[in-house]
């Protein structure tokens, strides 16, 4: 995460004269103490689901337990509250994050290796669609998914997330493939392999830390996203857990708080983890997202 | 548009051979993106209802629904909260504390930076819904904000009702400052320190150096990074939907949510759906203008 940093500060650590020296260390000081109050203020809502969460007489404000418990957590594991949901999400998200990445694999092979006078127009209309506000076409595709009766269905909802998150993979994707030496494969074709064959055995292994990437950016974007269940999803059996979070708090009447802050961190848990898992590899998208050619 | 469409008549097997690994993409995104689209024109052109007139039969309306869109006060009132929601959370928010953090992390002590950027991303990883939640207790009339002010001896506030699309435009700065710190961090990393060095012994200040050296540099990605978080914020509903639903009284109602409150509560599938391809052309001429602001060297 702070690897982007540390070129800059070993060559401002050097400076030339004393004069420059001190006005650095000021500098660093002054920086420093902007930083932790800008960090402070971002993190008064976060104390609160943290604080909440392990207080069973929790309310709307910041303050510490008077007796912390772990009984929010204990209220909410349970099939109806807790299992299913995040079970559903795991269903939903999973299945297309797989279907998305298979695709978009697939997809970006012949867009890296082959030149064709369609291509670039093909990865202008990709680049396009990245950008679409998915929210606009939710109409639509709710009318749509209720003339062919797909509305609740959670395949629907899996073939949909994963054709509204298939744009950026693929430009994802097909940066990454560009950094695979054409010879490597090459002289798996002169051996006789197909084209499925080399990009399956030889393009593939090589693009990994790539395609990890793909896979976590996607998954996160689609566990944390409400508008496509909420519009496509209906029946209480189907919904993942950022829509049953959003039907929480009419479920028993009045709000308890300290169960809905539980289960906040429950939910939120997974894509955290992932996060952290895959740490600093994860900027590779970032540094995609600011050379993104238009 | 696809691969197999083009010259070189002579091998056409292999152009299909090559192109096979497309369809599979292609399919999905011909069906289930470029569909809804085009099926929303003509849901656009049609009196389409989930209920009452236009539920039985639908009938072709033309641009009845655009009419109506335009000729309602309370769709102009969306149009304008939209702009001012995109304004204040992209293009001040976080387009500018993103800049701000990546540069104070440029000269800050290492820890402060790492503790500083954990937060910030913590922030941004969150569910839509929690972040959603989060505001809302914070922002509530005996939420944090207040226990915060009453502490400095200041008067309460309740921005949910009384300033509610500022109320959102915050939750929403709080949520999406971290893209574009990253982007920007990771544009900054790719300035040689060797050409500000040289321009501070020149005797440029801090400003000016900014100005003149750094953000020419990174205009690229500054425009990039405005453009997405633009189409980012233009699609909000989630988050705005939790913490007010739209009001109060259509306060904070953006387009996303007016869309959806014409087509679902009051059932008007064809007028939503028209409000749903402005709010998609909005998007478009959003990406042009900055497309267009793109130097022509860096356009290929």
Known sequence: ?294 | MTPTKQRSPRKPSRMMRRAAPLLPALILLLIFMLGPIIYSVYLSLTNKALRGEGSASTDFVGLANFGQAFSSPQFWHSVGLTLIFTLVTAVIGQNILGMVLALLMRSASKIVTTLTSAIIIAAWILPEVVAGYLWYTFLGEKGSLNGLLNFLGLPSQDLLISLPILAVSFANIWRGTAFSMLVYRAALSQVSPDVDESAQLDGAGGWRRFFSVTLPIIRRSVLTNLMLITLQTLSVFGLIYIMTKGGPGGASQTLPLFMYEQAFSFGQLGYGTAVALILLAIGGVASLIYMKLLPREDKS
Do not use: H
Not at chain 1, 160 to 172: D, R, T
């Open chain 1, 1 to 294: 995460m702070s690897a982007a940093v540390s070129s800059t500060q070993v060559s401002g650590a050097q400076p030339r004269t004393t004069g420059l020296r001190t006005r650095f260390n000021s500098t660093k000081l002054v920086t420093s103490l902007l930083l932790l109050v800008v960090a402070l203020v971002f993190c008064i809502p976060l104390l609160w689901v943290v604080f909440a969460s392990i207080n069973p007489e929790a309310t709307l404000a910041v303050e510490w337990p008077k007796q912390p418990s772990l009984e929010n957590f204990s209220a909410i594991m349970n099939t109806k509250t807790t299992f299913r949901p995040i079970l559903n999400s795991l269903l939903l998200c999973g299945g297309a994050t797989l279907l998305t990445v298979v695709c978009s694999a697939l997809a970006a092979y012949p867009l890296s290796r082959y030149q064709s006078r369609a291509k670039r127009p093909f990865l202008l209309v990709i680049i396009f669609a990245t950008g679409l506000p998915i929210t606009a076409v939710m109409i639509p595709v709710y009318a749509m998914f209720v003339q062919v009766n797909l509305i609740d269905s959670m395949p629907g909802a899996i073939l949909f997330l994963a054709a509204s998150s298939l744009p950026y993979a693929i430009f994802l994707m097909k940066n990454f493939m560009d950094g695979v030496p054409k010879e490597i494969e090459e002289s798996a074709w002169t051996e006789g392999a197909s084209t499925m064959q080399a990009l399956r055995f030889v393009v593939l292994p090589l693009t990994r830390p790539g395609t990890a990437v793909v896979t976590i950016f996607t998954f996160v974007g689609m566990w944390g996203n409400f508008f496509v269940p909420f519009m496509l999803l209906l029946s209480p059996d189907n919904l993942p857990a950022s829509v049953s979070l959003y039907t929480f708090s009419s479920q028993y009447g009045q709000v308890a708080y300290g169960q809905l802050a539980a289960f906040s961190l429950v939910y939120s848990a997974p894509v955290v983890l992932l996060y952290l898992v895959m740490g600093r590899r994860l900027g590779v998208g970032f540094t995609a997202a600011g050379g993104l050619k238009g």
